[in-house]
T-cell receptor, first 113, second 117 residues
Framework: DAEITQSPRHKITETGRQVTLACHQT?????MFWYRQDLGHGLRLIHY???????NKGEVSDGYSVSRSNTEDLPLTLESAASSQTSVYFC????????????FGEGSRLTVL | AQTVTQSQPEMSVQEAETVTLSCTYD???????LFWYKQPPSRQMILVIR??????QNATENRFSVNFQKAAKSFSLKISDSQLGDTAMYFC??????????????FGKGTRLSVIA
């Protein structure tokens, strides 16, 4: 079955370190998204991509970057991790223009000490 | 920018009873979709129900139904015959539809629902 996977599922890092969260989907979806989930804020959009070589900033993109070199992967990089980036990160993908349904990964919990 | 408001941070309901979760949104668009997603303790995000704005008929999925009031920009979720497995965080979400593709989903802050035995 097609799926979307995130790794690592849990990570603890130190302030100032570079961190990359991986996201891989096997649906061949063009659209991929990264959200962060924080208590009291719901899910907020970080970055998204509508296809290879396409990337766009979301609502809370400062301190994050993404790259899309193929259809399957959209890694999220924190260039210099900050304590404010402690959160649960969700990757999602969608394929059809008409349904709009997102398929989510299981989330990655990141703790920045 | 579109905003989605869920005014009930937490709710509880007795098993087998009915509960309604509220959602309002703000947009100047006419062509859009609305969603309810469920996030149980496992953290997995699960689509519950979807509504196209151009459809007047309210969407239903088994025990889940919506009350879509386009003029009032309201999109509430009704859960009938509540079950313990309905305990979860529920997110309302908005997406603008364009011919060139859809915009990313905008989520509300969520409502935590507890079903009590």
């Amino acid at each position: 079955d097609a799926e979307i996977t995130q790794s690592p599922r849990h990570k603890i890092t130190e302030t100032g370190r570079q961190v990359t969260l991986a996201c891989h989907q096997t649906w061949n979806h063009n659209n991929m998204f990264w959200y962060r989930q924080d208590l009291g804020h719901g899910l907020r959009l970080i970055h998204y991509s509508y296809g290879v070589q396409d990337t766009n900033k979301g609502e809370v993109s400062d301190g994050y970057s993404v790259s899309r070199s193929n259809t399957e992967d959209l890694p999220l990089t924190l260039e210099s991790a900050a304590s404010s980036q402690t959160s649960v990160y969700f990757c999602a993908s969608s394929g059809g223009q008409n349904t709009g349904e997102l398929f989510f990964g299981e989330g990655s919990r990141l703790t920045v000490l | 920018a579109q905003t989605v408001t869920q005014s009930q941070p937490e709710m509880s309901v007795q098993e087998a009873e009915t509960v309604t979760l509220s959602c309002t949104y703000d947009t100047s668009e006419n062509n859009y979709y609305l969603f309810w997603y469920k996030q149980p303790p496992s953290r997995q995000m699960i689509l519950v129900i979807r509504q196209e704005a151009y459809k007047q008929q309210n969407a239903t999925e088994n025990r889940f139904s919506v009350n879509f009031q386009k003029a009032a920009k309201s999109f509430s979720l009704k859960i009938s015959d509540s079950q313990l497995g309905d305990t979860a965080m529920y997110f309302c979400a908005f997406m603008k539809h364009m011919n060139s593709g859809n915009t990313p989903l905008v989520f509300g802050k969520g409502t935590r629902l507890s079903v009590i035995a």
